[in-house]
T-cell receptor, first 115, second 114 residues
């Protein structure tokens, strides 16, 4: 079953603006990760937030996690044209909720940053 | 360069052909994954191999057959595929431990079934 669901499916913004993407999931998790994918290429890991963390920063990225709502958000500040890509959340389930080895992805948000 | 190498990068095959996709990592990871990515669909987890177990998605047809001879190599054997199997096939590896870890992906094999 689909674990992560990103929202919106597509987002188009101007360079310099902030982009916010959301992710919802269903089962209890060990951690939640965000990945980026350029068209037709492999995914690249951006940031990982553990279930006992509420917020994490990495450069222009800010991730929040609300385990009570089973949701996460990814904020990209001061966006650039090079940020244009698809962004996916992925969850690692707790062993009691499924195999800890399964890394389950959502449908992704296609972000377009216009120059 | 992620440390995960997939070959070939592109593959066109007929429905009666047999081919194999290869994935290789030398990152010391002990879990390897096959994902299928079709246009406008979520990444579909097909198979997971770790030292202790193999997990598979029960909806994956038997015309896809994985093989993991050791922790560094993973294959996906393909036979009598259908046109709807055309997709980007992604391999990933990960250090599988209780705390969880990030996955490293290969560049994918773009498969076209004609």
């Amino acid at each position: 079953s689909q674990q992560g669901e990103e929202d919106p499916q597509a987002l188009s913004i101007q360079e310099g603006e902030n982009a916010t993407m959301n992710c919802s999931y269903k089962t209890s998790i060990n951690n939640l990760q965000w990945y980026r994918q350029n068209s037709g290429r492999g995914l690249v890991h951006l940031i990982l937030i553990r279930s006992n963390e509420r917020e994490k920063h990495s450069g222009r990225l800010r991730v929040t996690l609300d385990t009570s709502k089973k949701s996460s958000s990814l904020l990209i500040t001061a966006s650039r044209a090079a940020d244009t890509a698809s962004y996916f959340c992925a969850t690692v389930a707790l062993p009691s909720s499924g195999s800890a080895r399964q890394l389950t992805f959502g449908s992704g948000t296609q972000l377009t940053v216009l120059p | 360069e992620t440390g995960v190498t997939q070959t070939p990068r592109h593959l066109v095959m007929g429905m009666t052909n047999k081919k194999s996709l290869k994935c290789e990592q030398h990152l010391g990871h002990n879990a390897m994954y096959w994902y299928k990515q079709s246009a406008k669909k979520p990444l579909e987890l097909m198979f997971v191999y770790s030292l202790e177990e193999r997990v598979e998605n029960n909806s994956v047809p038997s015309r896809f057959s994985p093989e993991c001879p050791n922790s560094s190599h993973l294959f996906l054997h393909l036979h009598t595929l259908q046109p709807e199997d055309s997709a980007l096939y992604l391999c990933a590896s990960r250090a599988d431990h209780a705390d969880g870890a990030e996955a490293f992906f290969g560049q994918g094999t773009r498969l076209t079934v004609v």
